[in-house]
């Protein structure tokens, strides 16, 4: 079965930029979108289509997919970004996510 | 707006049944395929399978194939999701969530025990 793998944790100093790494097999040949969830929360879409922002999301959240790895990017990393980032994928009709990253600003 | 109400919290014996609801409303309900995405305590997040809300046809994951049926009732603007045989490994938070290129809206999540 198709797999994402990504980092277990991320951390960052206020202000510098985050990525997060999403790696799986020609993963650029598919669509990757991106998960923020905080803790007690539902998850909310940040990247959908490799690069695309949802209406509401800020502009510090970017995306890009190429080869076997999709990365999210958040300039500027904010305090109120620390939460756990999925990736996410399609697969042969079958949706699959990664096992998240932990971003911590410092 | 577009919001997803899910049912309350479930408390069930393992072998039992459990059956979660999804309420849609601010869109049309036929227009966009429903997920159902599990997360253990803890764990990452996991996906079930998919609805079409307009043709009632469904994807599962290998997974829970023959284990989980989704429905949905048009009339209400409501999918559901019923797993069974329920072990002490599906304990965990139960979310729909609305398709559009990327799961855009979620619902608040059900939390399923299965406890003896």
């Known amino acids: 079965s198709y797999e994402l793998t990504q980092p277990p944790s991320v951390s960052v100093s206020p202000g510098q930029t985050a990525s997060f790494t999403c790696s799986g097999d020609?993963?650029?040949?598919?669509?990757a979108s991106w998960y923020q969830q905080k803790p007690g929360q539902s998850p909310v879409l940040v990247i959908y289509q490799d690069n695309k922002r949802p209406s509401g999301i800020p502009e510090r959240f970017s995306g890009s997919n190429s080869g076997n790895t999709a990365t999210l990017t958040i300039s500027g990393t904010q305090a109120m970004d620390e939460a756990d980032y999925y990736c996410?994928?399609?697969?042969?009709?079958?949706?699959?996510f990664g096992g998240g990253t932990k971003l911590t600003v410092l | 707006q577009v919001q997803l109400v899910q049912s309350g919290a479930e408390v069930k014996k393992p072998g039992a049944s459990v059956k979660v609801s999804c309420k849609a409303s601010?869109?049309?309900?036929?227009?966009?395929?429903m997920h159902w995405v599990r997360q253990a305590p803890g764990q990452g997040l996991e996906w079930m399978g998919r609805?079409?809300?307009?043709?009632?046809?469904?994807n599962y994951a290998q997974k829970f194939q023959g284990r989980v049926t989704m429905t949905r009732d048009t009339s209400i603007t409501t999918a559901y999701m019923e797993l069974s045989r329920l072990r002490s490994d599906d304990t965990a938070v139960y979310h729909c969530?609305?398709?559009?290129?990327?799961?855009?809206?979620w619902g608040q999540g059900t939390t399923v025990t299965v406890s003896s």
């Open positions: 969530a609305r398709d559009t290129d990327g799961m855009d809206v």
């Open positions: 601010g869109y049309t309900f036929t227009d966009y395929y």
């Open positions: 996410q994928a399609w697969d042969s009709s079958t949706v699959v």
């Open positions: 020609k993963l650029g040949d598919k669509y």
């Open positions: 609805i079409n809300p307009n043709s009632g046809g469904t």
